[in-house]
């Protein structure tokens, strides 16, 4: 396991969004990593595979995708279309869309109020230990919406967001992204 600090990572996506510098550091991780002996390479942030179009061709390792383990457990639990939630970078990019119509899965992302108030939620409450009813409230009345917009179950494509929503708080099925990304890489090196 290697990380840099979230700070030096968000100096990349405030203001300009420079993929290319996230790209860096995760280079830089993932060169630390295989001199420490790794097979392969997992990243438990959602936001930062959007990064991942600039790592793979430079990368000195494979990769597990946390989006295709997240589309891979939809087509097992047999979901047909997913509410993407998470930071504004990630449901803005293409890291899920792109994975899951790979696989035929539909998606939804939250509307332009949502996306802002959820970045808010992540940022402003979760990253510092803190969980609201209210913004449990406002997760649950998003994932609603996206219910009645067709969806099936919905993506907690954050870290963060499982310590607010759960299958018990949901109003859809939940997707856990890092957890089911942990399992794959479990199954993956046991393999």
């Known amino acids: 396991m290697h990380t ?18 996230v790209a860096e550091l995760i280079l830089r991780s993932a060169d630390r990593l295989k001199r420490a002996g790794a097979d392969f390479l997992i990243c438990p942030d959602n936001t930062i595979h959007a ?7 430079n990368s000195p390792l494979p990769w597990l ?30 890291v899920y869309p792109q994975q ?31 969980q609201n009813l ?10 609603e919406q996206m219910k009645h917009r067709g969806c099936d179950a919905v993506v907690l494509g954050c870290t963060e967001i499982p310590l607010l929503v759960s299958d018990e708080d949901s109003p859809l099925p939940t997707l ?4 089911l990304l942990a399992r794959a890489a479990l199954r993956h090196a046991v393999a």
């Open 176 to 179: 856990d992204s890092t957890r």
């Open 51 to 57: 990064a991942m179009k600039y790592v793979l061709p």
């Open 65 to 94: 995708h946390i989006a295709e383990e997240v589309g891979r457990e939809a087509q097992r639990r047999r979901f047909l279309t997913l509410g993407i939630t998470g930071t504004k970078f990630l449901v803005d990019s293409s």
């Open 134 to 143: 209210a913004s449990l409230f406002y997760m649950q009345q998003t994932i």
């Open 100 to 130: 899951l119509e790979k696989l035929g899965i539909g998606w939804v992302r939250p509307s332009e109020q949502q996306k802002q108030e959820i970045n808010r939620i992540i940022f402003d409450e979760l990253v510092r230990g803190e």
């Open 4 to 21: 840099i600090s979230l700070a030096e990572y968000m100096n990349f996506l405030n203001g300009q969004e420079d993929w290319q510098g």
